[in-house]
């Protein structure tokens, strides 16, 4: 890696320290300290490594995460977070979705170059946004071009007053339902080719089809539209020409190999062997995609549609609730893989209070403003958030224990009515602790009805 692809990479913030990532994480997820902990080490250690002497920086490879817990316990919320607090490219994947090489299905190489596209966007996303005051003058300059056609015809000077007034009507709005013709690029009379590519190489067939769809010149053609859409239109234009002097494909690989995040879930159920040591086609099947992901997640290269990439050092992380299985139970050569593993806590009813309470996004919030778009003030009073909690717990007890996704649910059923009938009764709404029980107690009792609602 030379000095200049590490300019190219976003820094991380010295800022954030572990004990600072935990504090952020703490805003959005209930307890599980130590995979916080862990998952705050695991980054910071890459703005370390981007600072230690070159000769070493290729040798420090990222300690990846097993995080082992049942469903619903915050495992995929730790990932998704810390990603987005990092501004890092993330993805998740199922495991489960990947065949061994050979079969039909998924390859695990996609993985990484769904990981190099989530790069791509951020980084257009992140350039639009500096360019767009330019790409915003220069629509605003073919706008009035095409008001004041003379003002483009040589010998022939428009009234500069004129332009300046029109400019200020733009800006403000009043001509924003006013009529214009404008040059739209046009794909009428070229032919629709879909590229059909094998099973692992669907990358091909995408970037076949997009170099033979972009053989011929490109056409335009008039097309009367109002104002405030041409303005829209053409300003996309502008964005794109001015993209295109950045090379937005380069820049997203190493974003990708030096920030990039890949969570793998559900990665107990590629596990293999049973009780009895014996070992199904099934079973050698799931080996096969655990000695598939074992080059991607040791460090190889991969080719994408914006170049090749390396994996050395993007930071993996699985998880997986192993009610069946144990991380033993993966092959060897897998396990040494994923040198850290952290434990999350199943969900007690005071997590589940919690949960109702103190998340900066909690469900309740989110209710609230639901509601407040109608004009309804929602409010819970006294122990009726506790009630919540103690339902949701017992449901997850005696039934599929689904962790907290299980508020989503209960919340649902208790605010039915008033979600329902909000546009025609606005208001103050009031949720106690009878309400609750009015609500709940009747689905409580009822172990057939919570097979089907619950």
């Not at 002097?245 to 995040?261: P, S, W």
């Not at 159920?269 to 014996?278: A, L, S």
């Not at 092959?331 to 850290?340: A, C, H, S, T």
Request: proline share 4%; glycine share 6%.
């Amino acid at each position: 890696m030379t000095e200049q692809s590490f300019e190219i990479i976003e820094d991380f913030n010295a800022a954030l320290t572990p004990k600072k990532i935990v504090e952020f994480l703490d805003q959005y997820i209930v307890g599980q300290p130590e995979a916080k902990k862990a998952v705050s080490i695991a980054v910071r250690n890459r703005w370390r490594r981007a600072r230690v002497p070159k000769n070493l920086r290729e040798d420090i490879i990222p300690a990846n995460i097993i995080m082992i817990g049942p469903t619903g316990v915050g495992k995929t919320e730790i990932a998704r977070r810390l990603a987005k607090l990092l501004q890092a490219p993330f993805v998740k994947v199922e495991a489960t979705q990947y065949t061994e090489i050979g079969y039909v299905g998924k390859n695990v190489s996609s993985m990484v170059r769904d990981l190099v596209h989530t790069a791509a966007m951020m980084i257009k996303t992140k350039i639009s946004a500096k360019i767009r005051p330019l790409a915003e003058a220069k629509t605003e300059e073919r706008i009035l071009d095409i008001l004041l056609p003379s003002s483009k015809v040589p010998g022939i000077q428009a009234d500069s007053s004129t332009r300046e007034n029109l400019r200020t009507m733009l800006k403000n709005g009043a001509l924003d339902e006013r009529e214009i013709e404008i040059p739209v690029f046009s794909t009428a009379g070229k032919p629709f080719i879909e590229v059909f590519s094998p099973a692992g190489m669907e990358e091909m067939g995408i970037n076949m089809q997009d170099m033979i769809g972009n053989i011929g010149p490109k056409r335009r053609k008039m097309k009367k539209v109002k104002l405030k859409d041409a303005f829209e239109i053409l300003l996309e234009e502008e964005i794109s020409a001015l993209l295109e002097e950045h090379d937005i494909g380069l820049e997203a690989c190493r974003l990708a190999e030096e920030q990039g995040i890949i969570f793998i879930d559900e990665i107990d159920k590629i596990t293999v062997g049973d009780e009895n040591n014996t070992r199904s086609g099934q079973d050698v099947s799931r080996e096969g995609v655990q000695r598939d992901l074992l080059p991607i997640i040791e460090g190889t290269t991969v080719q994408t549609r914006f170049g090749t990439v390396k994996t050395d050092h993007m930071l993996f992380i699985a998880a997986g609730a192993f009610n069946v299985s144990n991380p033993s139970d993966m092959i060897p050569e897998f396990q040494g893989r994923f040198p850290i593993r952290v434990m999350l806590n199943d969900l007690n009813e005071e997590d589940y209070h919690r949960i109702l309470k103190e998340p900066k996004n909690s469900l309740i919030i989110q209710y609230q403003e639901l509601l407040k778009q109608d004009g309804v003030n929602l409010q819970f009073e006294g122990d009726s958030l506790r009630q919540i909690a103690e339902v949701s717990f017992e449901l997850n007890r005696t039934s599929e224990n689904i962790g907290a996704r299980r508020l989503q649910t209960v919340m649902n059923v208790l605010l039915e009515d008033i979600l329902f009938n909000a546009t025609e009764e606005p208001g103050i709404k009031t949720v106690n602790k009878e309400m609750v029980k009015e609500k709940l107690e009747s689905i409580m009792k009822e172990e057939d009805s919570r097979k089907y609602i619950l």
